[in-house]
């Protein structure tokens, strides 16, 4: 991946000194399953399992920079599939840190959890949920981030468990979707900033019996 991540600092996509590091450590090979591991380089979505993708590496730098997670925050991440952004929020945000995966397929948690314990990181917790509701348990967080396109726009809930101060980057929309980069100032205003030209599979509610 030494070339694809230097193409992206090189492009302007990757700029923060963590996230880089982060990038150089956490291997995206190690989050696909093994007949897509020769892709890990190809800057496109890639198939892990049950109609989910892993997002291409430009789309993670760039939520990444959006969100700028630092050492010692609280993160909720929704939508955490075979866990590759999980890990590398979690070695940005350091052991005194803590990164909340939440997924709603059941095999596709067991997948990340597995694939973050390659790395032995102790500040991740992974839950089998339905991320439209966020993770109550655990709220506030310093900083939310949503690998699924809110249809209908951004739920509610969400707003309520970010801390004031705090930022959420979720992609909004169903045919022409937006990256949505919003900072709670109170708990009745935001600062919003939009970012067109993006395709995410849909935020959906996690079912009965799922």
Known sequence: MEEPIQNLIDEGFLKSIRIINAFKKIKREDFLPIEMKDQAELNI???????????????????LELLQPKFDEKILDIGSGSGWQTALLAEIVGPAGRVYAVERIPNLKKIGEENI????????????????KGYAKAAP??????????????????????????KLVIPVGKYEQEM?????????????KRHPGFQFVPLIPKKWGE
């Open 117 to 132: 314990h390659k790395y032995n990181f102790k500040n991740v917790e992974f839950i089998c949920a339905d991320g439209t």
């Open 45 to 63: 979505p890639l198939p892990i399992s049950h109609g989910q993708t892993i997002s291409q590496p430009l789309t993670v730098a760039f939520m």
């Open 141 to 166: 967080y310093d900083r939310i981030i949503v690998a699924a396109a809110a249809e209908i726009g951004i739920p509610d809930i969400l707003l309520k468990q970010l801390k004031i101060g705090g």
């Open 180 to 192: 949505v980069e919003l900072e709670k100032i109170s708990d009745t205003d935001y600062d919003e």
